[in-house]
């Protein structure tokens, strides 16, 4: 079964980095990821939170995470991104 993973941006008002970098870092570890965008209030199997700085103003406690929730502020935030989503049960693609 396909793991439900919600994914909620923030408005990029004050992006200090390109917010699209971790997902693109996501398609190549992992393959194609189907998320939940624009996901309502609820449980899913895991929760990603991509903002694009350190005040992290997304709304997102109506979002539940099985295995955990992750918000990211910085690219080198990719770590925790891709540990939750092994831990929601999806496999690294083994790469060279």
């Known amino acids: 079964m396909t793991p439900k993973i919600?994914?909620?941006?923030?408005?990029?008002?004050?992006?200090?980095?390109?917010?699209?970098?971790?997902?693109?870092?996501?398609?190549?570890?992992?393959?194609?990821?189907?998320?939940?965008?624009?996901?309502e209030n609820g449980e899913y199997d895991a929760v990603?939170?991509?903002?694009?700085?350190?005040?992290?103003?997304?709304?997102h406690q109506g979002l539940i995470g099985r295995v955990g929730k992750v918000i990211t502020d910085c690219e080198e935030d990719y770590e925790k991104v891709a540990e939750l989503l092994e831990r929601a049960g999806l496999k690294r693609i083994k790469h060279g």
Not at 50 to 58: D, F, N
């Open 6 to 39: 919600a994914l909620k941006y923030c408005g990029g008002c004050n992006c200090r980095y390109d917010r699209s970098v971790i997902l693109k870092r996501v398609k190549e570890d992992f393959g194609d990821v189907e998320f939940i965008t624009m996901p």
């Open 48 to 59: 990603l939170v991509i903002t694009g700085c350190p005040s992290q103003c997304a709304t």
